[in-house]
Nanobody, 126 residues
Framework: QVRLVESGGGLVQAGGSLRLSCAAT????????MGWFRQAPGKERECVAA????????YYAGSVKGRFTMSRDNAKNTGYLQMNSLKPEDTAVYYC???????????????????WGQGTQVIVSS
């Protein structure tokens, strides 16, 4: 497994931006897909974005497409989620995850991920 530590969350006004980071240690990070998930109070966890092992392919949920950008720097063992034009409905705890399938493509299928971070809180005020 991979140990993941998220950072970059916080309080921001609607329309603002945040950049989340996910630092990985342990198993070779660069060979596996990554995902960002979020969970708002009283709601189920949902996938926000995913990226292939190489960074060449990405997937975004419809609710964030055009506002969020996921990327990764395999040399730094770090993944990122740039969040722009934030809305109050983006308020949630955001988790990064690393997949279990080598050379995996972007996927929002949570069972494919076997390493999860502890989460970082994002609050968007109206």
């Amino acid at each position: 497994q991979v140990r993941l530590v998220e950072s970059g969350g916080g309080l921001v006004q609607a329309g603002g931006s945040l950049r989340l980071s996910c630092a990985a240690t342990g198993r070779t990070f660069s060979s596996y897909a990554m995902g960002w998930f979020r969970q708002a109070p009283g709601k189920e966890r949902e996938c926000v974005a995913a990226i292939s092992w190489s960074g060449g392919s990405t997937y975004y949920a419809g609710s964030v497409k055009g506002r969020f950008t996921m990327s990764r720097d395999n040399a730094k063992n770090t993944g990122y989620l740039q969040m722009n034009s934030l809305k109050p409905e983006d308020t949630a705890v955001y988790y990064c995850a690393v997949g279990s399938v080598k050379n995996g493509g972007p996927s929002c299928y949570a069972p494919l991920y076997d390493s999860w971070g502890q989460g970082t809180q994002v609050i968007v005020s109206s």
